[in-house]
């Protein structure tokens, strides 16, 4: 009997959600996804002083600003993820640039070109935006000029479908999220298979399988195991090292539950423009409450990331 995480792979390909690397090596996912609050938590583990390190005497040397040296940091854990998975390592774009397209754009160039200066070439890395308006639209320059994107903070339909349009690599709806809003909200209680944040990465599946969307779909912000079970067969689950473990450790066969083939019934294919793409979302309270939430939350976690590094640039000084 294979384990959960084992039968799982056999479907679907398994990412893991952390910067922690130990976890990393000991999970062998194929891809690796970090954001500005897993880099603040593992930027403060002794094991990765020597990446904090490096970013802060760059900068010292330079004379440069915290946001470039938390830019670096970011690089600097990407950099070494990408020796220890096979496929792609995501770095995000600053939260406080998710309404700022050519603003998006030229960070994303920026982090790419940083990339490539250290021999990691594109083809390793996904940039992360979040999925406004104005973060598809860069994303669709992006994709033009071969720097593929992970559409993060994907709460609805209507954003999915942007992303879409913008012929991004790969969109990360927010399961555990969406369940967390509908919790609050009174709902429930939820299976597996009524969790509203399962339920809408059915929906999307079915759109982009439906309508020949090639754009990646990984779920994303697990709650717990049983969201996990009920996306079987999604092309890509990013899964943090808890659950991991987890599906590590319990013997059993999964059943596939997202087959391309078979996608199920898709909602009516939609046109969107940016008028009607707002307006779909301020109709959605769930996807525009946690989306602001996501920018936000890690817009303050990129403060304090900033903040360190300006602490440890005036002691280098």
Request: charged letters at 25%; aromatic letters at 6%.
């Amino acid at each position: 009997m294979v384990s959960k995480l084992e039968s799982l792979r056999s479907m679907t390909t398994v990412v893991s959600d952390t910067g922690d690397m130990e976890s990393i090596k000991q999970f062998k996912p194929t891809d690796a996804t970090t954001n500005p609050t897993l880099i603040l938590k593992a930027s403060q583990l002794p094991a990765y002083a020597h990446l904090v390190d490096e970013a802060v005497s760059w900068g010292a040397r330079r004379g440069a600003p915290a946001h470039a040296v938390t830019d670096r940091l970011a690089v600097n854990f990407g950099a070494e993820l990408t020796k220890i998975v096979p496929g792609r390592v995501s770095t995000e774009v600053d939260a406080d640039l998710s309404f700022d397209t050519a603003g998006s754009i030229a960070k994303a160039k920026a982090l790419i070109a940083d990339y490539e200066s250290r021999g990691v070439g594109r083809e390793h890395i996904l940039i992360k935006l979040a999925s406004t308006w104005e973060g598809a639209q860069a994303a669709a320059v992006l994709q033009r000029e071969g720097i593929d994107c992970n559409m993060t903070l994907i709460f609805s339909l209507a954003q999915a479908i942007a992303c879409a349009a913008s012929k991004a690599f790969l969109i990360s709806p927010f399961v555990g999220r969406i369940l967390d809003w509908h919790v609050k909200a009174g709902g429930g209680p939820y299976t597996s298979d009524t969790d509203p944040g399962v339920v809408s990465v059915h929906t999307i599946y079915a759109y982009y399988k439906s309508y020949g969307i090639g754009t990646v779909v990984m779920g994303a912000s697990f709650r717990n195991v049983g969201e996990i079970e009920a996306l079987a067969g999604c092309d890509r689950l990013t899964i943090s090292p808890q659950l991991l473990a987890e599906l590590d450790k319990e013997q059993a066969e999964l059943v596939r539950r997202l087959d391309p083939k078979a996608p199920g019934k898709a909602p009516e294919r939609i046109e969107l423009d940016e008028k009607r793409f707002r307006w779909m979302l301020n109709e959605d309270a769930m996807g525009t409450e946690k989306l602001s939430e996501g920018i936000r939350g890690f817009a303050k976690d990129l403060r304090t990331l900033r903040e360190l590094v300006t602490h440890r640039l005036a002691k280098a000084a």
